[in-house]
């Protein structure tokens, strides 16, 4: 089965930056070289699970959350099996636990019902 694993999160001052990765793992092949969509996902307690950003193989144009918008930007190391989500500019409002995940059955507008996720990481934003 295919396995993500976060990393990366932590405490940061408002203001700051983190950069999460999100190792993809158990598949026969490359995953990066066939159909995918990958992305983030964060929730804060007590709050729903809100979209973060997503990329897709077919095309590689990536989406954003209105509220992370030039201040988050998502990216692959097709050699590494990885996407990373480099966070700038940090608020208050971005604490949260973040996700990633993938699914070879859909697009971008479908990856809440992935089927494959990580545990996530914690990303605190506090003085």
């Known amino acids: 089965q295919v396995q993500l694993v976060e990393s990366g999160g932590g405490l940061v001052q408002p203001g700051g930056s983190l950069r999460l990765s999100c190792v993809v793992s158990?598949?026969?092949?490359?995953?990066?070289?066939?159909?995918?969509?990958i992305g983030w996902f964060r929730q804060a307690p007590g709050k729903e699970r809100e979209a973060v950003s997503c990329?897709?193989?077919?095309?590689?144009?990536?989406i954003y959350a209105d509220s992370v918008k030039g201040r988050f930007t998502i990216s692959r190391d097709i050699a590494k099996n990885t996407v990373y989500l480099e966070m700038e500019d940090l608020k208050s409002e971005d604490a949260a636990i973040y996700y990633c995940?993938?699914?070879?059955?859909?697009?971008?507008?479908?990856?809440?019902?992935?089927?494959?996720w990580g545990q996530g990481t914690q990303v605190t934003v506090s003085t």
């Open positions: 995940a993938t699914d070879t059955k859909v697009d971008c507008q479908g990856l809440a019902g992935a089927d494959f």
């Open positions: 158990g598949f026969s092949l490359d995953y990066f070289r066939h159909y995918y969509a």
């Open positions: 990329v897709t193989s077919d095309d590689g144009k990536t």
